[in-house]
Every structure is written in structure tokens, then in C-alpha cells.
């Protein structure tokens, strides 16, 4: 019995780690649910460029930026995160993604946090 538990969880981690990545979202979200989403965006963007000095220097030189202002990340032996995020081009968001990722192996915890991609070129950009 156990083994078939063990089986099941881990194909339920190898399903989820071969759907996670960075993925496009079309249509979904209201309005209101984007310009929250740009508003955060742009203040995490903004506290990024104010407390680290290298990538406010990056941000001009960037041809984007991915800001995932909130991923959430938790887990127990099994893991998932996940958060969406804004593409910001010359300040004004150019597209929406959502990001989801799961793991497995010794862990256990929450966590919260922000992520930003600089895209330098335009090969990134494509």
C-alpha cells in the first residue's frame, strides 16, 4: 500500500514539473485584477532599482523586465510555487505571465517572494 501512495505522489510531481514554467496568459483576468497586478509590479520594480544600485542599472539598459512581484513557494517533502507576473516595456506593461513550478526532496516551509528577469536583447525578447 505504501508504495503505491509513494507512486501516485510521485507521478503527481513529475505530471506537475513537466507542466511548470513561465507560460503566456491570454485572455483571463479582469481589468481591475491587471492594473493591480501592473501597480505592484511597478512599486517592486521601483524598491528593486532603490536598494540595489547594479540592477537600476540594469533596468536601463534592459530591453524589458519580467517582475513577478509576489511567487508564493511552499511545500512539505512535495513543493509548488506559483505567481503571475507583468512584462514591463519602458515602464507600461507589454504582457501578462504566470509562473508555476513544483519540486521534491527534503523541505518544508512557506515563503514569499519577488522576482525580476531583465531581458538585455532582443533575441530574450523573442
Known amino acids: 500500500m505504501k508504495t503505491n501512495t509513494l507512486l501516485a505522489g510521485l507521478s503527481l510531481v513529475v505530471a506537475l514539473a513537466l507542466n511548470s514554467g513561465c507560460v503566456t496568459s491570454g485572455g483571463g483576468g479582469s481589468s481591475d485584477s491587471r492594473a493591480a497586478l501592473d501597480s ?13 544600485p547594479s540592477a ?17 513557494k511552499g511545500g512539505f517533502m512535495i513543493g509548488a510555487q506559483s505567481g503571475n507576473g507583468v512584462l514591463l516595456q519602458n515602464g507600461h506593461p507589454a504582457g501578462y505571465f504566470n509562473l508555476t513550478a513544483a519540486s521534491y526532496g527534503f523541505q518544508a516551509g512557506l515563503q514569499s517572494f519577488g522576482y525580476a528577469l531583465f531581458l538585455m536583447n532582443d533575441k530574450a525578447m523573442q
Do not use: C, D, I
Not at 40 to 52: D, E, I, P, S
Open 56 to 72: 537600476a542599472a540594469l533596468g536601463k539598459q534592459a530591453k524589458a523586465v519580467l517582475v513577478f512581484p509576489a511567487v508564493l
Open 40 to 52: 505592484k509590479a511597478k512599486t517592486a520594480l521601483k524598491q528593486l532599482h532603490a536598494t540595489n
